[in-house]
C-alpha cells in the first residue's frame, strides 16, 4: 500500500482529543505521534474530507451524492445505528 505525507496548516485554536476521557468529565488530552509532537489521526482527517464532499455533493445534486457513497462507503444513519428507524 502506498504512502504519502501531508502538511496540515492551522490558521485557529484546534484539539483532537485522544477519546479516553470518562463520562462526564472533559478530555483534555491531545493525541501526539511517536515524537511527542500533536498529530491529526488519518480517521479524522478521513472524516473531515467527507462531510466537505457531502456539502458539495448535496449543493451539486445527482449524480454527485453516489460518487460521496462510491469514494467513503455507505453511512447508516444515526437512528439505524441505535435501531430505531
Known sequence: MPTWTARLTFTSDWHIGVG??????????????????????????????????????????DPWPAWVEALFGSQPSIDNRRGTD
Open 20 to 61: 479516553a476521557g470518562r463520562a462526564g468529565s472533559l478530555d483534555r488530552l491531545v493525541v501526539r505521534d511517536a515524537d511527542g509532537l500533536p498529530c491529526v489521526p488519518a480517521k479524522t482527517l478521513t472524516g473531515l474530507w467527507r462531510d466537505g464532499c457531502e456539502q458539495v455533493a448535496e449543493a451539486l445534486g
